[in-house]
């Protein structure tokens, strides 16, 4: 091969690529300046990035893919891993199938590319240790064993722990190898070739039969355990307010420059802010916003409230109706979701289109929050990421935007949503009412404490039939109180007494009466003192704060008897919360009594 500029030591031939223009062959290091100046290149070229790419696609060879295609391949990072992918047919076809079905969306380039490229990273180590030289090679059933081989090197499994090192991986070969194996087969009927289609329904039945023992098996395990222990973290509600307040400051700043001096650097800077207010405000996945389509933003709906609609709405609703505007834009699994835009957010959304020719964006590029110079958008979690480290709260780990969505799902427990409107909140977040009920509560860890721990404490007290019949939010017990001695209780001969007096009492009977009838167990320390009998002012101070418990048959915790004592502090001040406590669980024992519970 000749180059057009000979090297002084010998080179690979590998290492120099034919110019897309002018077809000499350069030295891939130095061909973007080649490029920069080649005298047959168009006039109307503005040009571009990873040109080894592009020009390894343009060799006079050339691939037999679809243009359309070939331009997502052009963007590939041109290396030993690029190379395989243009050589092997099988792959090529797998990505051309990827963009037939979702080539549409410009968004869904870079996946096709990354799949791609994990199979292109499985074929070549495949050819360092096994005698598979094309994917055509993998899917025959005798060379299965190094099919597992491979995928095992390439995803990093250890022999001694039985574990990978990269699991997610290994699950997706497996399905890019069945993907592959169908593309094969359907192309071999149509040609005829019906021995090789034999052989990959061979394979796919293999497949079925030994992929989960062999990979995905360890793979799931791996995945499963690496999250065992693992902390749950839920940003706090303080370090929100803060970092909404910090970026509000940045908007206001950053939209006077853009006006002002319109620069990549500030539109850049705008951009950024932007992205992270709308994902911020709406708890949207940051992929999502981040892929917004510049036409989605400008096909916004911006009419006036339908006035029978209106109707059904409060006056308050009605204002947020004309405050907002709504964009729908594609969600995961291609669902439209919703997004929700301040006034403050459309003007500077407003302002990014008007600017963004003049700071350098590429009239091509189809992203609402588009790059300058590029043909992608800005990333969302690492504008997020960035703003929470530089307004300084405590976690600024804690507030991704997965996190987020988390924290408002997890915190719309507080509101008590029925059916209805969890499914809105639910349908609002995009995804589904199982998966927002599955996902999306309190930790795991959190419930175990708070939930189970209480039923628990209650089988090592003794105390569980007290709250027969009742709902685990009822129960309340303080980890606290210690179990009490049977000499520290009232005997069951004074239980019976007391039940049998509480018995004869009419229902008319004054609730001080009722209760200076029933006495008490004794206090805590009650090995010392001797029991005491309530007073009336006692009663009523009790009676006061205490019915709610009482008439719902709940035990009050140590903190209500505490609040208790704290509101009358006078009647109650020779009494302990203990005291109070157990005085209402008596009162309970006896209207279950009294009314056959």
Sequence with gaps: MIACYRPKESKNTKDFIHCVYCQGLYNKHSLWKHIKNCPLKPKNDEGRKRVR??????????????????????????????????????????????????????TKHDYIRQKMREVGRLLLEARKITPLRTMADFIIPANFKHVILAVKVVSGFDEETNSYRIPSLALKLGHSLNKICSIIESNAMMNGDHERADCARDFRKVHQARWNEYISAGAITTLKEAKWNAPQIIPFTQDVKVLHAHLEK???????????????????????????QVILFNRRREGEVSRMLLSAFQSRDSSELHEDIAICLSEFER???????????????????????????????????????????????????????????????????????????????????TKLRKHIATMSKVLNLDENEADQ???????????????????????????????????????????KGKRLDDIEIDPNERVEEPDDSISSDEEEVDAARCSDIPETTAP???????????????????????????????????????????????????????????????????????YVRNRITTLKRKGGM
Excluded at 369 to 392: D, L, P, Q, T, V
Excluded at 542 to 547: C, I
């Design 319 to 401: 204002k947020l109706c004309n405050h907002f505007t709504r964009v729908e834009i594609r969600g995961k699994r291609g669902r439209k979701v919703p997004v929700l835009l301040k006034p403050s957010l459309v003007s500077a959304m407003e302002l990014l289109v008007e600017t963004r020719e003049v700071c350098g964006v590429p009239a091509q590029n189809p992203f609402m929050f588009a790059r300058s110079g590029a043909m992608s958008a800005y990333r969302g979690g690492e504008c997020i990421r960035r703003a929470a480290h530089e307004c300084g709260i405590k976690n600024p780990e804690a507030l991704s935007s």
């Design 512 to 582: 001080a009466d009722t209760d200076q009838a029933c006495v008490s167990q004794k206090d805590e320390g009650s090995s010392i003192l001797p029991k005491r009998k309530w007073e009336n002012a006692e009663v009523k101070a009790v009676e006061k704060h205490m019915m709610n418990f009482i008439q719902t048959c709940r035990v009050p915790g140590k903190q209500d008897c505490e609040r208790c004592i704290q509101a009358e502090p006078e009647a109650l001040k020779e009494r302990t919360w203990t005291g109070v406590k157990n």
């Design 53 to 106: 790419s592009l020009c390894a696609l343009k060799t006079p060879v050339g691939l037999e893919v679809s243009k359309a295609f070939k331009k997502i391949l052009s963007f590939m990072n041109y290396d030993d891993v690029s190379r395989t992918i243009h050589s092997d047919t099988c792959i090529l076809q797998l990505g051309e199938y990827m963009f037939n079905r979702m080539g549409s969306d410009v």
């Design 250 to 276: 940045k908007h206001d700043e950053f939209l006077n420059k853009l006006r002002n001096s319109k620069s990549a650097e500030n539109y850049a800077a705008l951009a950024k802010v932007t992205l992270s």
């Design 425 to 467: 909140l639910a349908d609002f977040l995009g995804h589904d009412i199982r998966v927002h009920r599955q996902y999306y509560r309190l930790p795991e860890g959190t419930l175990q404490l708070a939930k189970m721990s209480k039923v628990l404490m209650a089988m090592e007290k003794g105390t569980l039939s007290n709250f």
